[in-house]
């Protein structure tokens, strides 16, 4: 009996057809939005691994991009992250299938499939934007006033992603487990610095970041017309921390 010919490598499943190449992932023609504030520490902490340490007050930024093109396609991404000893990101929804595989597999960033909406041209000038998931259910509305342009000084975005595998056998440890330290490095042409809010219009049980109590709000910046790169960083600590979890 004949044996097949298809050698495996580090692609993505399914090997004969990976959703995402492994390589660096670019991306260009990209707008992000920024919207940051404080939260009590009481409507936090249970999103957040036991072994990273918090502020009396988090900081956490949520985010609207828009990825003109990249390595894994052109779309539009919300996330949710929190600014603890380490960056921890709580949450990613988007709608592209290379783009959940690519950063949940390789990246271990938490990815689900949702819709979302950036609206720079809105006949006034708010930037406004939403999240949908499951699409038609409105998670999370975005407003942003741009009053001030700032120097286009290059930025970072750094996150610790717990990336876990469950093992195929019940009651079992996982069959991966670790803490990976991910860093966006953003070029950009344009950084406006403003004032933007958040709201929850149709809160969903089974999507909590609503319950994150805000006490206030830092100022929000939009970027665009960026270049990005994401990588990984190499993290002796991350190990350690992990040992305990």
Same mark, same amino acid.
């Given at each position: 009996?004949?044996f097949?010919?298809?050698?495996?490598?580090?692609?993505?499943?399914?090997?004969?057809a990976?959703?995402y190449?492994?390589?660096?992932?670019?991306?260009?023609d990209v707008?992000?939005?920024?919207?940051?504030?404080?939260?009590?520490?009481?409507?936090?902490?249970?999103l957040?691994p036991?072994? =990273?340490e +918090?502020?009396?007050?988090?900081?956490? @930024?949520?985010?609207?991009?828009? /990825? $003109?093109?990249?390595?894994?396609?052109? !779309?539009?991404?919300?996330?949710?992250?929190t600014?603890?000893?380490?960056?921890?990101?709580?949450? =990613?929804? +988007?709608?592209?299938?290379?783009?959940i @595989?690519?950063?949940?597999?390789? /990246? $271990?960033?938490?990815?689900?499939?949702? !819709?979302v909406?950036?609206?720079?041209?809105t006949?006034?000038?708010?930037v406004?934007?939403?999240?949908?998931?499951?699409v038609?259910?409105?998670?999370?509305?975005?407003?942003?006033?741009?009053?001030?342009?700032?120097?286009?000084?290059?930025?970072?975005?750094?996150?610790?992603?717990?990336?876990?595998?469950?093992?195929?056998?019940?009651?079992?440890?996982?069959?991966?487990k670790?803490?990976?330290p991910?860093?966006?490095?953003?070029?950009?042409?344009?950084v406006?610095?403003?004032?933007?809010s958040?709201?929850?219009?149709?809160?969903s049980?089974?999507?909590?970041?609503?319950?994150?109590?805000?006490?206030?709000?830092?100022?929000a910046?939009?970027?665009?017309?960026?270049?990005?790169?994401t990588?990984?960083?190499?993290?002796s600590?991350?190990?350690?921390?992990?040992?305990?979890i």
């Open positions: 009996m004949p097949g010919t298809l050698s495996v490598n580090a692609n993505g499943v399914p090997q004969f990976p959703p190449t492994t390589n660096t992932q670019n991306f260009t707008t992000l939005l920024k919207i940051t504030y404080r939260v009590t520490s009481a409507s936090i902490r249970h957040v036991d072994v =990273l +918090l502020e009396d007050e988090p900081l956490v @930024s949520t985010m609207l991009v828009n /990825y $003109g093109m990249s390595t894994v396609g052109a !779309y539009k991404e919300y996330g949710m992250f600014l603890s000893s380490y960056g921890y990101c709580l949450s =990613l929804i +988007l709608n592209i299938q290379s783009a @595989s690519c950063g949940r597999e390789q /990246y $271990g960033y938490p990815k689900r499939f949702g !819709y909406s950036f609206n720079m041209d006949g006034s000038h708010i406004r934007g939403h999240v949908e998931r499951p038609g259910q409105k998670l999370v509305n975005f407003n942003f006033a741009p009053p001030s342009l700032l120097p286009a000084v290059d930025q970072t975005i750094t996150a610790l992603n717990l990336r876990v595998i469950p093992s195929p056998l019940a009651d079992q440890p996982p069959s991966v670790e803490l990976l991910a860093v966006m490095e953003i070029k950009p042409k344009e406006w610095l403003g004032s933007g958040v709201s929850f219009p149709e809160p049980a089974f999507d909590p970041l609503h319950e994150l109590e805000i006490l206030r709000y830092e100022p910046v939009l970027i665009r017309g960026a270049t990005c790169v990588s990984l960083l190499r993290c600590s991350c190990e350690k921390l992990l040992a305990n």
